[in-house]
């Protein structure tokens, strides 16, 4: 099915522009409850993985709330913000009650200035934000002055009603942006340079090397040392993080493409199919065909 109100990308995930029509006046954002009856688009498939061309931004009030946005798990508490941008895939969990409020942005609604002020197309920036007690007063203050904004149609004529909008969700944004900047910079800071240089050349090479070792060697760090700066800055063993990348880019390959499974594990480092579907249902829970099967 492709019509106006969903269409299917080739990887077989449906996208959902933004729901126009059911935004008061017409203009080209939402802002209300989540919860029951405050669903941002009728026929989403919300408990299914599905993709969106407008922006999400969630403030909640209540938590743990478990959300997958682009094949990752976040779990957000009262007072976090999730930010989900256009053409992401995400999921909502059948088991977090939602509550607090949904920002949805239809893209081009702000001028490009404002976009670029913004950030809007970060996609390098996290998801997911713990503002401080500051920031978060700060920003539910500019979201409850846009939200009345927007259910106030009565006292400005429309163009002056969508002026006022834009100018309100621009304060906000910038906001969110501020806060989604430093949580990346505080981030980069505390992340130690030997794990900056193992992340980075497990970029580059996870396609073909899987080995600690090799990645220590070709780095000039004992194993022992590598060992404690991964941990130190993930939680977990090298192994770990390069079986990570691999089965992320093994899964955005597997929703996103058409490829045969061998040809998937080959573009990961797995010539012999068997031994890549026994890896990928061992860190996953699911053979790689059920995978997309349940993607599609």
């Known amino acids: 099915m492709a ?7 080739g990887d077989g995930i ?12 017409g203009v080209g954002l939402q802002i209300g409850p989540m ?49 989900i941008r256009p053409g992401q895939v995400h999921r909502y969990s059948r088991d977090s009650e939602y509550r607090g409020t949904v920002l ?6 702000l001028p490009r200035a404002t976009v670029e002020a913004t950030g809007l ?30 259910e106030d149609t009565s006292t400005l004529p429309l163009s002056l009603h969508t002026a006022v909008l834009r100018h309100t969700l621009t304060a906000f ?26 992340r980075d050349a497990v970029e580059r090479g996870f396609a073909t090397q899987h080995s600690v070792s090799a990645y220590a ?15 130190a800055a993930t939680g977990e063993t090298p192994k770990g993080f390069i079986d990570k990348r691999v089965v992320l880019e093994a899964k955005r390959l597997l929703a996103h493409t058409d490829m045969p499974i061998g040809r998937v594990g080959v573009a990961v480092g797995f010539p012999d199919a068997a031994n890549f579907s026994k890896f990928f249902q061992l860190h996953t829970g699911l053979t790689p065909v059920a995978f997309r099967a349940e993607l599609r």
Do not use: K
């Not at 019509?3 to 990308?9: E, H, I, M, N, P």
């Not at 688009?41 to 743990?64: E, K, Q, S, Y």
């Open 3 to 9: 019509d106006r109100t969903q269409q299917a990308d």
């Open 121 to 150: 197309y970060r996609y390098d920036l996290p998801p997911l934000l713990r503002p401080g007690p500051a920031q978060l007063s700060a920003l539910r203050a500019a979201l409850d002055q846009l939200r009345r904004e927007y």
């Open 217 to 231: 060697d070709a780095l000039g760090y004992s194993r022992r040392t590598l060992v404690r700066a991964v941990r």
């Open 35 to 83: 919860g029951a009856g405050g669903t941002w688009h009728a026929d989403a498939p919300l408990h299914r993985v599905h993709r969106i061309d407008f922006h999400v931004v969630m403030l909640f009030t209540g938590g743990p709330v478990r959300h997958m946005i682009d094949f990752a798990e976040y779990e957000a508490e009262a007072g976090d913000l999730l930010w």
């Open 173 to 198: 944004l910038l906001r969110l942006a501020h806060l989604a900047a430093s949580s990346a910079e505080v981030s980069r800071q505390q992340t130690d340079t030997t794990f900056t240089r193992f």
């Open 14 to 25: 449906r996208t959902f522009p933004f729901p126009i029509e059911l935004a008061v006046g």
């Open 104 to 109: 949805t942005m239809q893209p081009g609604f």
